[in-house]
C-alpha cells in the first residue's frame, strides 16, 4: 500500500494562481466596460458640443452686421447677401444653428458657380480657406450671420466672382467653424442661388474633419456615381427617342410627298380629254 502525501505548498500554490487568474480577468472586464463607459460619455459630451450650420428659416428676423468700411448689410432669413461695388464683393449669410452647440466661424472659401457632389465631390484645401478676422459665433438652436469679402484687386478669385455676380450666377460658399472649444471641425458647402431681386441659400454638403460623421464618405460617392449612371441612362434614352421621332418626321415627310405625287397623277389620267366640238345649229 502506497501511502501518498500532500504536497500543500504546491496545492497553496495552484489555489493563489487561480485567484490571481480570477482577479486578472475581473480586473480586464471592468477596465473594458469602464473604457466603453468613458467612451459613451465622451460621444455624449461631443453631441452636446457639436454645432451644425444651416441657412435660417424664411420666417427669421432680418440681422445686420457692418464691414470694416463701414458698409452695412441686411439678410432676411433664408437669404444672403450679395454685392459688388466699387470694386468690393460683400458677402453675408444668415445662418441658423441646429446643432447642441456654440459655432465658431474659423474661415471659408468662395467660388463661383454652384458646386454639387457631381462637380465637385471634395471640400476646399485647408490651404485655400480665408481666417475670420472678426469673431462670428452662432448660438446652439438659433440664428446668426456669415459675412466675408473679396477686395484684393489682384485676387483671381474676387474677380471670379464678382463677374458671376454682375452676371446673376449661382456662388457657392464653405464655412469652416468648430464648437466653441475649437474641436469638431466641421465645413458645410452653401449654395447661393440669385432668385428674383434677392437671393436664397441652401446646402448641399457637411465634412466632418474629426470623424467619419453620419455618411461615410465612400457611401456619399457610390451614391453620386449611381445618381451619375442614372442621368447618363436618361440622357440616352432622351436622345435615341428624338433621333426616333425626327426619323419618324422625315419618313412621313416622304410619305405625304409621295401621295402628293400619287394623287396629281391620278387625276392627270382620270382627267378626259377635250374632242372637237359639233356644230347643232
Request: aromatic share 6%.
Amino acid at each position: 500500500m502506497v501511502l501518498l502525501a500532500t504536497d500543500w505548498s504546491t496545492v497553496s500554490s495552484l489555489v493563489t494562481g487561480a485567484g490571481t487568474l480570477v482577479l486578472a480577468v475581473a480586473t480586464f472586464a471592468s477596465v473594458r466596460s469602464s473604457n466603453r463607459s468613458a467612451r459613451i460619455a465622451e460621444a455624449a459630451l461631443q453631441e452636446q458640443r457639436r454645432p451644425v450650420l444651416a441657412p435660417s428659416r424664411l420666417e427669421d428676423p432680418v440681422q445686420k452686421l457692418m464691414f470694416v468700411e463701414g458698409h452695412w448689410v441686411s439678410t432676411a432669413g433664408g437669404r444672403a447677401t450679395v454685392e459688388h461695388l466699387d470694386g468690393i464683393v460683400y458677402l453675408a449669410i444668415s445662418l441658423r444653428n441646429v446643432g447642441s452647440g456654440i459655432g465658431v466661424c474659423q474661415g471659408w472659401v468662395v467660388t463661383a458657380g454652384l458646386g454639387s457632389s457631381r462637380n465637385m465631390p471634395t471640400h476646399a484645401g485647408d490651404d485655400e480657406f480665408r481666417l475670420q478676422t472678426r469673431d462670428l459665433y452662432v448660438p446652439a438652436g438659433d440664428i446668426g450671420m456669415w459675412q466675408g469679402a473679396l477686395r484684393n484687386p489682384d485676387d483671381p478669385v474676387r474677380a471670379a466672382v464678382a463677374a458671376a455676380i454682375d452676371a446673376r450666377e449661382p456662388l457657392s460658399v464653405e464655412l469652416l467653424y468648430s464648437d466653441q472649444v475649437g474641436l469638431q471641425r466641421t465645413i458645410t458647402r452653401f449654395g447661393v442661388i440669385p432668385a428674383a431681386d434677392s437671393w436664397l441659400t441652401s446646402v448641399t454638403r457637411h465634412w466632418y474633419l474629426d470623424w467619419d460623421g453620419p455618411r461615410p464618405e465612400r457611401d456619399v460617392l457610390a451614391a453620386v456615381e449611381a445618381v451619375q449612371r442614372d442621368q447618363h441612362a436618361a440622357e440616352r434614352r432622351a436622345s435615341a427617342g428624338s433621333e426616333m421621332a425626327a426619323a419618324g418626321d422625315a419618313d412621313g415627310g416622304s410619305a405625304q410627298d409621295g401621295a402628293a405625287t400619287a394623287g396629281e397623277e391620278a387625276n392627270a389620267t382620270e382627267s378626259p380629254h377635250p374632242g372637237p366640238s359639233r356644230d347643232r345649229s
